[in-house]
């Protein structure tokens, strides 16, 4: 594939090359493109690394053995990840129902992955995210993740004004935190 | 809001490790369909076009046609002769003999048994309204969905004739309002499905995809509700999940599975008349 090539074609396009045609090449590709935005979406969704790399290769594992039957007309590939990706993160809490949503500590982000300054601000976020109802949870950081509010509704399965009611009631949850504090 | 969203963006951004890459990677390799012949593709079917015709060919101008009769049309030589039919083996001659008195006999015009008359009873007051719904449904989905539909239809209303008359009463206060979703994703039934009142659902979804992706819907089906559901394989394609959930939780959560699979559709979705109290 040329180098061209390989950054004008779409990601439904990438994605059948690979299904149809076994161009692993195309695949790489795709996977390139998504697989820091996704991985960073589920660290910050389960709080854990490790947790973080379990379903990213499910999610990817997901993508591969599905990539027959992914039609264009549903929604984005990249909507489609985020589907998966939020299911599997849902899958997940479920089996770890008495843990607390995320514990700091447990994070075990690798030593060099991040500064020491980087590692506040990422503690920060996550206690932060962690303060909310998962569901505003959900519908913010798929908003901040760049998803549009039909893009979430599809993504979490609910109405538009589901959505904003739960974008309305995570920006008061948090005005009230900050007023409490 | 806007100082989480601030955060969110300042936050340094984790990226996948490079172990992570190499395993889906490799079983991306791994499980990558052999690559297609380009030349096979392109030429094959004209090269078996060309040999079958020269074979073809070579056969007549060896054997040579024979000429038509000139009084005999084709199809009189096409037709067995009496002595031929005769030739037929005697068990073959018994059976078919056996069949014409069966159908001699047969009065078509006879009612049916009582059985039967009331199973076509129900199926009269409870399809049409049915069919209604699923014609007007059927008129939002798009070309390759339609048959299956038309072929749920077909099984229902043989199941419907086979059930006890016990369990048609129950299978007919299960086809209530017959609310069936303008589209049939997945993803929209879900969201369809997430602004009704909380009472049991009657699920029917349409899945099309391979044997191997089969096992991995069925594999999550199970996994995500403890709903009772029953497959059904139509036509090596077509995969029909009847559901029943007690609740509008058990059926998004199904729905939320199945979006994993774009090529899921919802054939169906039936509000049972009780409300879950």
């Known amino acids: 594939m040329g180098t061209f090539a390989k950054f004008t074609r779409s990601d439904a396009s990438l994605l059948q090359s690979y299904a149809k045609s076994g161009d692993v090449a195309a695949f790489e590709t795709l996977y390139g493109r998504h697989k820091d935005a996704l991985f960073n979406y589920l660290f910050r969704s389960l709080g854990q690394f490790a947790a973080a790399e379990e379903i990213a290769q499910e999610v990817w594992m997901v993508v591969i053995k599905q990539a027959g039957s992914y039609q264009k007309r549903d929604a984005t590939l990249r909507a489609w990840l985020y589907t998966i990706g939020r299911n599997k993160v849902i899958d997940f809490q479920r089996r770890r129902v008495n843990q607390a949503y995320t514990d700091i500590g447990d994070a075990a982000i690798p030593d060099s992955a991040l500064s020491a300054e980087q590692r506040v601000f990422m503690d920060q976020l996550l206690v932060q995210l962690n303060n909310l109802p998962a569901e505003q949870r959900d519908a913010f950081m798929l908003q901040q993740e760049g998803f549009s509010h039909k893009e979430i509704c599809k993504i979490t399965g609910v109405g538009s004004e589901t959505v904003k009611s739960r974008l309305r009631y995570a920006r008061a949850s948090l005005k009230q935190r900050v007023g409490e504090s | 809001m806007s100082d989480l969203a601030e955060l969110y963006r300042r936050a340094p951004n984790v990226k996948s490790p490079p172990g992570v890459d190499q395993q889906i990677l490799a079983e991306a390799r791994s499980r990558a369909p052999a690559p297609r012949r380009a030349w096979l593709l392109q030429w094959g079917p004209a090269v078996s076009i060309v040999c079958v015709g020269i074979i073809g060919l070579t056969m007549v101008l060896r054997s040579g046609v024979p000429p038509l009769s000139e009084n005999a049309s084709p199809t009189d030589e096409m037709m067995p002769t009496t002595e031929q039919s005769q030739q037929l083996p005697t068990g073959l001659n018994a059976d078919v003999g056996d069949l014409s008195a069966d159908i001699a006999a047969a009065d078509i015009s006879a009612p049916v048994s009582a059985e039967e008359s009331s199973a076509d009873a129900f199926a009269r007051d409870t399809l049409p309204a049915t069919a209604q719904g699923q014609v007007a449904a059927l008129e939002g989905l798009s070309e390759d969905v339609a048959p299956a539909v038309r072929t749920v239809e077909k099984v229902e209303q ?83 999940v009847h559901g029943q959930a007690g609740n509008r939780k058990d059926a998004v959560a199904l729905l939320g599975r199945l979006s994993e699979f774009p090529d899921a559709k919802v054939v169906s979705i039936k509000a049972l008349k009780q409300q879950v109290q």
């Open chain 2, 158 to 240: 043989g199941a419907l004739r086979k059930l006890s008359t016990a369990d048609r009463a129950t299978a007919r206060s299960a086809i209530a309002d017959n609310s069936v979703p303008p589209d049939q994703t997945a993803l929209t039934a879900s969201r369809w499905l997430s602004e009704q009142k909380d009472t049991s659902y009657a699920i029917r979804l349409a899945v099309s995809t391979s044997k191997q992706d089969l096992e991995n819907l069925v594999a999550r089906l199970m996994e995500a509700t403890s709903m009772a559901i029953l497959l059904e394989a139509i036509d090596g394609q077509w995969l029909l």
